[in-house]
């Protein structure tokens, strides 16, 4: 890997109730290998340490977390602190903007992972918080 490499993987999961689709996402992210994993649509509200292995791995064992709201929307961001740091970041109504830090060249650039909302009524609010992250 070259000092500046890493790679990322950004996944609509479309719910991660089941203990099957966790397997799926953790094998995926194994296999591809990742230094960050962004999961939208996870449909967890409540995060363990626990689950965050369950998905990510033993590798991808640093989180920032986007609850979800019943059984809508959810957004998490995954990361290998071996190969990344992610020390800045915020968690908006509908997105999670993080600023990460390449470890091994200091190259440092920011990422955002967005879940918009389905109804036409908050269309208004997710755009305006998107032109604040930017």
Known sequence: MDDNHCPFLSWN????????????????????????????????????????????????????????????GGITVLWDSQIVSIVSHVVGEFAITAKVTVLRSAAAFWLTTVYGPADEGRKDDFLRELARSS
């Open 13 to 72: 999961v479309r719910g991660l109730d089941m203990p099957a689709k966790r397997d799926a996402v953790c094998e995926t992210a194994a296999a591809h290998r990742p230094a960050i994993l962004y999961l939208q649509e996870t449909k967890i509200d409540v995060w363990s340490p626990a689950l965050v292995k369950d998905v990510g791995g033993a590798r991808l064992a640093n989180c920032i977390v986007l609850p979800a709201i019943g059984t809508r």
